[in-house]
């Protein structure tokens, strides 16, 4: 496993699934973990786990859409710990929608949530990035590059999130500071596949759909995370990695029959 020794780490959307994962293998590769999510029990929740793993954790209860309260988090875990060098940007939010039923305040949401989330934690770490050094690291999916039915709101807030990625990776680059995403595919025992396949039909049409035959694990996330942080992937930047078992490798016609089912 990489190194994290000293490292400090912030995730954003820390608290459960993919990301409390990515959070516990830091935490597990000796990194000082701070985590954010915007309910008070699931902060202390996460920050209990990973200080049972044996390192440093903290935790803020805050909405990633609240541009003051991130950056204040942020400010926060700097002062405390000094520069940060992993910064994760993760909360999300998902559902099957028909264009033509969705509001647009529900629409919104989503964007609010995943790209101006996202937007929010990468600029608000700006000021307490390590120079050179630090990693930024998004969480997207397939969606962003796959039109697919029932998620015109995740292929906007997704689409987004790959352009801030390539863009800050283009102008922050220059500082030493490295920017990339991970595009997971089907991950098991997640939120976001419990409402994308709530069915055991819909369960198997995603299994059908990838290459491998497999959903992913959090720990296949964490895993590639680990290393696109790290030294090994130091001159890497501007990337969105699928972590997918191949599944966009089918395009959008294998998503959609998966998410119809």
């Not at 994962?21 to 999510?37: D, Q, T, Y």
């Not at 793993?53 to 309260?69: K, L, S």
């Not at 919104?108 to 050179?132: E, M």
């Not at 890497?236 to 078992?245: F, K, P, R």
């Amino acid at each position: 496993m990489t190194d994290y020794t000293n490292k400090v780490v912030f995730v954003a959307g820390g608290t459960s699934g993919i990301n409390l994962g990515i959070a516990e293998a830091f935490a597990r590769a000796g990194a000082k973990v701070a985590v954010l999510s915007r309910r008070q029990e699931k902060v202390d929740a996460a920050t209990a786990r990973l200080r049972a793993i044996g390192g440093e954790a903290r935790g803020f209860a805050a909405d990633v859409r609240d541009y003051e309260a991130v950056s204040a988090a942020l400010a926060a875990t700097a002062a405390d710990w000094g520069p940060l060098d992993v910064i994760i940007s993760g909360a999300a939010g998902n559902f099957l929608s028909l264009a033509a039923d969705l509001s647009a305040n529900a629409f919104k949401s989503v964007v609010d949530i995943d790209l101006l989330g996202t937007f929010n934690v990468l600029k608000a770490s700006w000021p307490h990035l390590r120079k050179p050094g630090a990693t930024l690291l998004s969480i997207t999916a397939a969606q962003s590059w796959l039109p697919t039915p029932l998620q015109i709101h995740v292929c906007a807030a997704k689409a987004g999130i790959d352009q801030v990625t390539r863009t800050l990776a283009m102008e922050w680059g220059g500082a030493g500071v490295r920017v990339n995403a991970i595009a997971p595919g089907p991950i098991a025992d997640t939120e976001g596949m419990s409402r994308l396949a709530p069915t055991s039909t819909a369960q198997q049409a995603w299994t059908d759909s990838v290459p491998l035959k497999r959903y992913g694990t959090k720990q296949d996330i964490s895993r590639a995370a680990l290393w696109l942080c790290s030294e090994q992937a130091s001159f890497i930047t501007g990337v969105v990695l699928s972590v997918d078992g191949g599944v966009a490798l089918g395009g959008s016609s294998a998503m959609t029959r998966a998410m119809s089912l």
